[in-house]
Every structure is written in structure tokens, then in C-alpha cells.
């Protein structure tokens, strides 16, 4: 049944994964996640490495090797439990293959093990995940607006993501946060986001910390009347955040977004508004082919 649903799997993800296959920074991800693997199989490269085999054969993988990579499939198995989207998989088997790279080299010869940390450390400097650039209905704050929007209107209701560009979570959750705005954008239902990495006076006004210690990026928080309702993740009381998902069920479950959208569609716009909105009853209202102003990235 496990193979039935990620073979599915794969073939629903096969139009995003032939994509990857064109940006820089998966080509390389790949490339040093399978470096050992490619220098203990290769012909021509594979003679001159050192081996515990019995049979001595240099070009295939001695036990320790083995009970490496079998620990390494068992981690990642694990992380990827809670993993929703296809970035965040990629991104744990990534990130542990690349450790597991980093023992099996330094195993292998010191040399090697230094060489390749030191491209690991250039790697993660200069090569960034891709950030999601496709289609949305989303405001994007600045320290300046956001109050100001917030209040503006008291009638609307605001869900609002505090994230960072540095943050993997907050990078793979951003398609998420994209497609719920296209479903359920309407005239008293907005989505916002502020960069809380850029704006750490707005983050620590509304009490959104980001240290990557505290785990609390991102921050889905519900305006209603300027006021805070609701958020997710919850902070205890030394201020970390209590372990919650962020898939789309568990937003639209918490958020109650099917009950919001059904009476946050039934206001009228205000005079006062100055960007269209998508027209009153639509189920799933989605942007026109020119967005207005809110749906486009703050650069």
C-alpha cells in the first residue's frame, strides 16, 4: 500500500519535479546528495579508493558503508513523516544526504572528507532554495502598512504570515499559503504576509520572535477588527512554539476558513477599497490575469 501511494505520488509531483531539473540549485543538490555514491561506482575513479571488503573490490560498498546509508534512509523516512510539501522532502533528503556524504568521505580519506565539507559550506553560501514565484492573491506588508491595513476596514478579516526568506519552512510553506489565498480570497477575507526578518520591529510588536531557536517561522496570526483572534503556531510560556503542521487541512480545520469564507463573502466592498475584488458568490475566486497591486511581491 506505502509503494502503491508513493509511486501516485511521484506521478502527481511529475510536472514540478521535470521543472526542478532546470534550476541550479537542485542540479546541485543532487549532484553532492549521490557525490559518493557516483565516486564509489564510477569506473576509472572507483579503483583507487580504499575498502574493508573481504573480496577487496574497490567499486562497490563495504559493510560499514552500507549500515551508513541504511541509517541515513531510516532518518529520512522519519523527517519526512511530518514533511508536507514536495520541497520540504526534497529538502530532508538533501540536507541528510549531504551529512551522511560528509562521514562516508572523511571514512574514506581525510582529504576527501575536508574537500568536500569545504563545498558543502560554499554550497549552502551561495546556493539558495528558489523562491515561490507562481500565482497568488496575497498582500505583502511593510512596517509602514501593515497597521494601516489591519484597520482600515474593520469589517475584513486578515490572516496574516509572518515569515523570512531565510527560512526553509517558511519557503516550502509559501505555495500552501498561496493556494488557500486563491480559494478563499473574497471581500471581508484577506491574506497578508510581512517579512519578520526584514521588519523585527513589527515581528516584536506583535510577538512573533525570529530565532530560529524558538521555531515560531512561520506565524499564521487571524485579524478580526485590527484585533488578533487566533494563531498558529502557539508559544508557551518559554516562548517556543508548540509542535504544529502547517498543511492545508490543518489551516482550513483550525482557521475554520470554510465557515470565514462563506460570511466574509457576503460583505459588499467599500467605497473606500481601491483594488477589485473577485465577484460576490464565487465558490473559488481566483485573480484575473492582471492582478492588482496586493497579489504582486513587495521587491
Known amino acids: ?40 561506482k564510477c569506473p576509472g575513479l572507483c579503483e583507487n579508493l580504499n575498502t574493508e571488503r573481504e573480496d577487496g573490490n574497490p567499486c562497490d560498498f563495504d559493510w560499514r558503508e552500507v549500515e551508513i546509508l541504511m541509517f541515513l534512509s531510516a532518518i529520512v523516512m522519519m523527517k519526512n513523516r511530518r514533511a508536507i510539501t514536495l520541497e520540504q522532502h ?19 580519506d581525510i582529504r576527501l572528507g575536508i574537500f568536500y565539507f569545504s563545498l558543502c559550506i560554499a554550497f549552502v553560501m551561495t546556493c539558495k532554495p528558489p523562491l515561490y514565484m ?41 505555495p500552501v499559503f498561496a493556494d488557500l489565498s486563491l480559494k478563499y480570497n473574497c471581500a471581508g477575507l484577506r491574506f497578508g504576509k510581512i517579512d519578520a526578518g526584514r521588519y523585527g520591529e513589527v515581528a516584536q510588536r506583535y510577538k512573533v ?33 508548540v509542535s504544529w503542521t502547517f498543511s492545508e ?15 466574509s463573502k457576503k460583505i459588499k466592498k467599500g467605497r473606500g477599497e481601491d483594488n477589485p475584488l473577485p465577484p460576490e458568490g464565487s465558490e473559488e475566486p481566483q485573480p484575473e490575469p492582471d492582478t492588482p497591486a496586493e497579489s504582486k511581491k513587495d521587491q
Open 249 to 263: 487541512e490543518n489551516i482550513i480545520r483550525e482557521f475554520n476558513l470554510n465557515e470565514l469564507f462563506e460570511a
Open 1 to 40: 500500500m506505502g509503494l502503491i501511494t508513493g509511486v501516485i505520488a511521484f506521478f502527481y509531483h511529475l510536472p514540478q519535479i521535470y521543472k526542478w531539473l532546470f534550476k541550479p540549485y537542485y542540479i546541485l543538490s543532487i549532484l553532492m546528495s549521490s557525490a559518493f555514491l557516483i565516486l564509489r
Open 90 to 108: 526534497a529538502g530532508n533528503l538533501f540536507m541528510f544526504s549531504k551529512v551522511a556524504n560528509v562521514i562516508l568521505f572523511f571514512r574514506l
Open 134 to 174: 507562481g500565482p497568488e492573491y496575497i498582500k505583502y506588508f511593510s512596517e509602514k502598512t501593515i497597521d494601516e491595513e489591519l484597520n482600515h476596514d474593520t469589517r475584513l478579516t486578515w490572516i496574516v504570515e509572518f515569515y523570512a526568506n531565510w527560512s526553509p519552512e517558511c519557503q516550502s510553506f509559501a
Open 209 to 241: 520572535s525570529t530565532s530560529p531557536l524558538a521555531k515560531q517561522l512561520p506565524s499564521l496570526v487571524l485579524f478580526q477588527s485590527g484585533r488578533e483572534v487566533m494563531r498558529r503556531p502557539m508559544v508557551d510560556n518559554k516562548c517556543r512554539a
